[in-house]
């Protein structure tokens, strides 16, 4: 299968901005997504962009997408304690009639004050 | 909008007990499910996809024997494990697809945490 990449752990101060990076194989990817998930919780969908899209931006996050290097972004800005959590990158198939997700293996991120 | 309720929340079973699991999609009718596994601090692992009306398909490595799904209704899918053994305790996370145009969002569900003793 495809694979997604995701670096597992970033630390951030609390008010800085937070990047968190992801690297997908599939260049036929249609729809790539960022979920949060906190402690003992399920997925929460944040934000998502078309392939053709370059840049997505929903108040403090913003989604960076470089096709050419297969390479998507996500910047918290003003990070807040409440942030802390896992994140994950999944990107959805153009071929795949169901919508199946394939998910990074997640970043954890931990807010410090 | 777009909330998936998962049932139970948590759950303790013995070896060799059958535990169901429920996924319902709230506001919204859903004709896909698809159901997750999660190991601790690891990835979901997709187990398989479930069609109302119609047989789950199952991801390789998956038996379909062990995990029984039914997705009998637009808002309803459930998860089966039978014959539980400690090494399926899991956390198992169900995601609904809102089949509306345009919208084909997958809304996840809070997950259920099942142990096995």
């Known amino acids: 299968g495809e694979d997604v990449e995701q670096s597992l752990f970033l630390s951030v101060r609390e008010g800085d901005s937070s990047v968190i990076n992801c690297t997908y194989t599939?260049?036929?990817?249609?729809?790539l997504y960022w979920y949060k998930q906190e402690p003992g919780a399920g997925l929460q969908l944040l934000t998502y962009?078309?392939?053709?899209?370059d840049m997505k931006q929903d108040q403090r996050l913003t989604v960076l997408l470089n096709k050419k290097d297969k390479h998507l972004s996500l910047r918290i800005a003003d990070t807040q304690t409440g942030d802390s959590a896992i994140y994950f990158c999944?990107?959805?198939?153009?071929?795949?009639?169901?919508?199946?997700?394939?998910f990074g293996a997640g970043t954890q991120v931990v807010v410090t004050p | 909008g777009a909330v998936v309720s998962q049932h139970p929340s948590w759950v303790i079973c013995k070896s060799g007990t059958s535990v169901k699991i429920e996924c319902r999609s709230l506001?919204?009718?859903?004709?896909?499910m698809f159901w997750y596994r999660q190991f601790p601090k690891q990835s979901l692992m997709l187990m398989a996809t479930?069609?109302?009306?119609?047989?789950?398909?199952?991801e390789q490595g998956v038996e379909k024997d062990k995990f029984l799904i039914n997705h009998a209704s637009l808002t309803l899918s459930t998860l089966t494990v039978t014959s539980a053994h400690p090494e399926d305790s899991s956390f198992y996370i169900c995601?609904?697809?809102?089949?509306?145009?345009?919208?084909?969002?997958?809304?996840f569900g809070p997950g259920t945490r099942l142990t096995v003793t």
């Open positions: 995601s609904a697809r809102d089949q509306r145009p345009i919208v084909y969002e997958q809304y």
């Open positions: 599939d260049s036929s990817s249609t729809y």
């Open positions: 962009i078309f392939s053709n899209m």
């Open positions: 999944a990107e959805k198939e153009r071929g795949d009639s169901w919508g199946k997700l394939q």
């Open positions: 506001d919204f009718q859903a004709t896909t």
């Open positions: 479930s069609n109302e009306g119609s047989k789950a398909t199952y």
